[in-house]
């Protein structure tokens, strides 16, 4: 069935540093969603793409997807403690209203 | 604004007793409605979906069921409860698919389940 990973499992970075989060789908993708759940929270919608190749930015977070719509990236620069807590990738399920999320990445900063 | 509502927040069940978690949306009409599970410490399980009133989507068989009794209110139960049924269940909301094509999820703030 049609999944979707991520890599790394866990990161813990000091304050200030890069963090990068890889999503990779097991089949095409009409958009990607990232969700970020802060501990004991539960998950926020972040950004949608949609067109091949897209980047957008927030702030200090960069999303990229993928030319084949595959795989996707979220890149946070200069951490902060309050980039702490697991990452979500998530593709729409083939012909039905499901999304399937990936595994996740959780974020560890230190101050 | 949409809002969504879960409760109760937290609760401690023992195990062989029924449970019922409800869910509801504010602010929208016929959204897709979403169960989910979260082991500790882990990913989002996909439990039960709805895209109208009395259709239920089952995505893993279990001890649990879904009913939708109106447009806006989700509701989970089980008839008895079993230790693995501990978790945090969440209900999400995306636009209907009689709205451009626009699926992120919006979640409500979870109950904490646990059985003992």
């Known amino acids: 069935g049609q999944q979707v990973m991520q890599i790394p499992q866990y990161q813990h970075v000091q304050e200030g540093e890069d963090f990068t989060t890889y999503c990779n789908s097991s089949?095409?993708?009409?958009?990607i969603q990232w969700y970020k759940q802060r501990p004991g929270g539960h998950p926020v919608f972040l950004i949608q793409l949609v067109k091949s190749g897209e980047v957008k930015k927030q702030k200090r977070l960069t999303f990229q997807f993928g030319e084949a719509k595959k795989n996707s990236s979220l890149h946070i620069t200069a951490t902060q403690t309050t980039d702490v807590g697991t990452y979500f990738c998530a593709g729409p399920s083939y012909n039905t209203d499901k999304l399937i999320f990936g595994t996740g990445t959780r974020l560890q900063v230190f101050p | 604004s949409q809002t969504i509502h879960q409760w109760p927040a937290t609760l401690v069940q023992p195990v062989g007793s029924p449970l019922s978690l409800e869910c509801t949306v504010e602010?929208?009409?016929?959204?897709?409605l979403y169960w989910y599970r979260q082991a500790a410490g882990r990913g989002l399980q996909l439990l039960f979906y709805s895209v109208g009133i009395g259709q239920i989507s089952s995505e893993v068989p279990q001890n649990l069921s879904a009913s939708r009794p109106q447009d806006r209110q989700f509701i989970l139960s089980s008839k008895k409860l079993l230790l693995s049924d501990s978790g945090f269940y969440l209900c999400a909301w995306s636009p209907g698919t009689s709205r451009p094509k626009n699926n992120e999820q919006f979640f409500g703030p979870g109950t904490r389940l646990t059985v003992l």
């Open positions: 089949t095409t993708l009409s958009n």
């Open positions: 602010g929208t009409s016929n959204p897709n």
